[in-house]
């Protein structure tokens, strides 16, 4: 088994039901790992984790889901906990878990605030912090932010200020996990065709996003397609080992920095 390669591990998906974390549940099945454990966090979310682990079954590789709020710090453990248990250690650890909020600063309350801090920020320290404990040497990790994190834009500060932590905390990881040969990186998509996307902006705001980045005119819907990031993930977890401690911004031209 190559150290690299996707072929023979075991996958863990925070947040991998549906949407992006479901596609790419599948597409590490697809491409040959071994097992592939998947979290999800409502009851509303059951049926989505349940299709996708048929689906990781039929292209043969071991599933389980487990239904968590991340939002606490025991809860995460138990979520490596419970997969260690399942599947063995996981080689590959992504966290695609997040909450948008589109709302001027005076506007927000403080229960808001501590929302997308606790969804956004904490969770995506408390998975790297175990993720560094659990993950196997020579093992990825990977977090999913945002590209908003390059932009200069008003409304978005909670969701992008509760964002911008896990920047940080990738560098942290990856300088302290590096010795044992661990990637740590995050990805940051643009706007995605997604569920998500529609019922955080009004129809004036779709139309802007649809058309803002450079690429958007080659796209359906000018969106980013979840399609489009896949790529970007498996080979951040596999041949892209190399990079390590970076915040890569994938978005057709949206935001750059």
């Not at 450079?214 to 819907?221: C, D």
């Not at 489009?228 to 041949?239: A, E, G, K, M, Q």
């Amino acid at each position: 088994m190559s150290r690299n390669s996707i072929t023979g591990k075991t996958v863990l998906i925070a947040g991998g039901a549906k949407n992006l974390g479901g596609l790419l549940a599948r597409d590490f099945a697809e491409q040959g790992a071994k097992a592939v454990a998947i979290h999800y966090n409502s009851d509303a979310t059951q049926a989505a984790a349940a299709e996708t682990v048929a689906a990781i079954k039929a292209a043969g590789a071991e599933a389980v889901a487990f239904q968590a709020d991340l939002t606490r710090a025991a809860a995460m453990e138990k979520l490596f906990a419970d997969t260690i248990a399942a599947v063995g250690h996981p080689d590959i650890a992504i966290n695609t878990v997040g909450m948008v909020l589109k709302k001027p600063m005076a506007d927000i309350t403080e229960a808001e605030f501590d929302q997308m801090s606790a969804v956004n920020a904490k969770s995506a320290f408390f998975f790297l912090k175990e993720a560094g404990k659990a993950v196997n040497d020579n093992g990825k990790i990977c977090t999913l932010v945002t590209s908003l994190l390059g932009a200069y834009t008003p409304f978005y500060a909670a969701y992008e200020g509760m964002k911008a932590p896990v920047e940080h905390f990738t560098r942290a990881a990856s300088k302290e996990l590096g010795a044992r040969g661990i990637s740590v990186t995050a990805i940051g998509p643009g706007p995605m065709d997604t569920p998500f996307f529609y019922p955080a902006e009004e129809a004036e705001a779709q139309a802007y996003h649809k058309n803002a980045a450079a690429l958007s005119p080659f796209t359906k819907t000018g969106l980013t397609d979840i399609h489009d990031i896949v790529p970007w993930i498996r080979f951040l977890v596999s041949d892209g080992w190399w990079m390590t401690g970076q915040t890569i911004l994938v978005n057709g031209g949206y935001t750059t920095k």
